[in-house]
């Protein structure tokens, strides 16, 4: 007899994944040739798109009000309103906008003071060529971005707190929530942690909420950075 079997349906080709917009990118700097160079650097990249320029502070805050950028990337020094100032208020006023510090100042104070401002990074103009495009990337994964330098600057902290009697601050997490703090500051996913943890996702993702109620923050870069500070990670 010949074969009855019906014949099977084949399976239908999945339509190919849309490419993620490229991140859209505010550029304040004072210096137009500095904006030009940044500019060829962020641009040479498909992923990323200068969609604004502002040549001081307070241009930089009119302008991302506006156009709504997915990134602000500020100098330090310029007229009217500094960087610092601007990413206070970016901040304030636009608190998804993400922010980037790009400085000439290898400088702590300045480097606390941006963390303190909102940014999530700080790069210095130095080494932008190297170091911007990743700083961008990362950022926009939430990631902080900091240079080798800002990082000694950290730890010098950190222990100089300690040396000055300064202790650290009270316990107000719980043991389980401190080991996924410092899991998901060391960039592990959620699943990964649950593996580690012998726990499920919906645990860690529980956990995770919890941590960012009780130490009143929004998301896994401020959880960082208060890793950092209280020394569950080295930076």
Do not use: W
């Not at 241009?59 to 960087?83: F, K, S, Y």
């Not at 990362?138 to 707190?161: H, K, Q, S, W």
């Not at 109620?213 to 950075?225: A, F, N, V, W």
């Amino acid at each position: 007899m010949p074969d009855q079997t019906p014949p099977q349906p084949q399976p239908q080709p999945q339509p190919p994944a849309r490419p993620r917009p490229p991140t859209r990118i505010l550029l304040a700097d004072d210096h137009a040739l500095v904006r030009r160079g940044v500019r060829l650097i962020l641009d040479g990249e498909p992923d990323l798109t200068v969609v604004a320029e502002a040549d001081d502070g307070a241009e930089a805050v009119a302008q991302a009000r506006a156009l709504r950028p997915d990134l602000a990337i500020l100098d330090i020094a310029m007229p009217r309103l500094t960087g610092l100032q601007a990413a206070r208020e970016l901040s304030r006023v636009l608190p998804d906008l993400r922010i980037l510090i790009l400085t000439m100042y290898d400088n702590e104070q300045y480097f606390f003071e941006a963390l303190s401002a909102g940014a999530s990074g700080y790069v210095l103009k130095s080494v932008a060529d190297r170091d911007l495009v990743e700083a961008c990337r990362a950022t926009m994964r939430g990631e902080p971005f900091l240079y080798p330098g800002a990082v000694d600057a950290l730890i010098r902290n950190y222990l100089d707190r300690v040396r000055d009697g300064h202790a650290p601050p009270s316990r107000t997490i719980t043991e389980r929530e401190e080991e996924i703090l410092k899991l998901v500051a060391e960039g592990h996913t959620s699943q990964e942690i649950a593996d580690l943890l012998v726990i499920s996702p919906k645990t860690v993702e529980r956990h995770r909420a919890n941590l960012l109620q009780k130490l009143g923050m929004k998301d896994r870069l401020e959880l960082t950075r208060y890793a950092i500070r209280v020394g569950l990670i080295e930076p």
